[in-house]
């Protein structure tokens, strides 16, 4: 599927280029800024765009195959830029991630994405609301689709601090030793590790688009990079900080099940030798001998019971004393 669009430099409006075959005039002329969105494109489509941009062979074959790590390469007339739109799924327990493949010149930004991405929605409301500011050229595109893709990662990471938080509460409450507690905590560190490995790398492109001199993208676009940056610094202190205090709680956890696991022995142990005691009387009086005086007793029996009894009173007393019991 294939979508474009047009923004012109004299009336500032977007139109939808109908005509494929208007690129090639549309990407010589400076004046206008035009989106070329590619999505799940087929390998001739893809090797079309390319031929007709002049893309270098090396970022149409990273555009092709899927699970590029998040970075930025410069070529003589544009760049090559992956970034991840994230998003949690509906039950709110996945995280789903969505990878999007760009190409920047001076006046054309051209999408590629295997899966849907919303962001690009979000992005294409904000380029005609603020239709007046694309005469800064390309780079006020780029910023408004970066923006929304990292905006979006900021309720799923208070969604993720929330239910650390919630967790963490649990241990203290007692509740750690719930069925799949620990697979929850678990699943719960993935998850932020999953985010952070998205964040980090894409700092990285951020930082590299605000640091390197570029005939693309002006000293005013870049100030709008440095604030995308910056909320991906945020982003990712965040994960680092809340990561680690899931790996806290799962120690936490782990140190109160064990004292669980401990207290269980210990009164096992105790029911035990209160036990053994009772079957020690019992195997003295169950011995093969003929000369024991107790076995003639006429009260024998219930002496021998009482005498269980009160050891047992008496043991189970001293355990309690310890808190054993």
């Not at 690009?120 to 904000?126: N, P, S, Y």
């Not at 790996?247 to 956890?253: I, L, Q, V």
Request: hydrophobic share 45%; with cysteine.
């Amino acid at each position: 599927m294939i979508k474009a669009l047009q923004c012109k430099s004299d009336t500032h409006l977007f139109s939808t280029i109908e005509d494929l075959n208007q690129i090639s005039e549309l990407r010589t002329d400076l004046n206008n800024l035009f989106w070329l969105d590619l999505y799940q494109p087929t390998e001739d489509e893809l090797q079309q765009v390319a031929k007709e941009f002049n893309f270098h062979p090396l970022a149409v074959e990273d555009a092709s195959h899927s699970h590029q790590r998040p970075k930025v390469e410069e070529y003589d007339n544009f760049f090559f830029v992956v970034f991840y739109a994230a998003s949690l799924s509906e039950k709110r327990r996945n995280l789903e991630i969505s990878e999007l493949k760009m190409f920047m010149g001076e006046n054309y930004l051209v999408t590629v994405h295997s899966q849907p991405v919303k962001e690009l929605e979000e992005a294409e409301r904000r380029w005609r609301r603020n239709a007046e500011r694309m005469e800064r050229g390309i780079g006020v595109m780029l910023y408004s689709l970066l923006d929304a893709i990292v905006d979006n990662y900021f309720p799923i990471v208070d969604n993720l601090v929330e239910r650390s938080e919630v967790m963490e509460d649990q241990i203290f409450l007692g509740r750690a030793g719930e069925a799949n507690f620990t697979s929850k905590l678990l699943k719960l560190k993935k998850l932020f590790l999953q985010l952070r490995r998205l964040a980090g790398p894409e700092r990285d492109v951020l930082n590299v688009l605000t640091n390197r001199d570029s005939p693309i993208f002006n000293e005013t676009n870049l100030v709008y990079f440095r604030d995308i940056y910056d909320h991906l610094l945020r982003v990712s202190d965040t994960l680092d900080l809340y990561r680690d205090q899931v790996t806290s709680a799962m120690d936490a956890n782990l140190a109160v099940v064990s004292n669980d696991l401990n207290k269980v022995m210990r009164t096992m142990t105790a029911a035990s030798i209160i036990l053994m005691t009772d079957a020690l009387l019992a195997g003295i009086w169950g011995m093969n001998f003929e000369n024991i005086p107790e076995l003639k007793w006429e009260y024998g029996y219930f002496i021998a019971l009482a005498l269980m009894f009160g050891i047992d009173l008496v043991l189970y007393y001293l355990f309690k004393r310890r808190k054993w019991l």
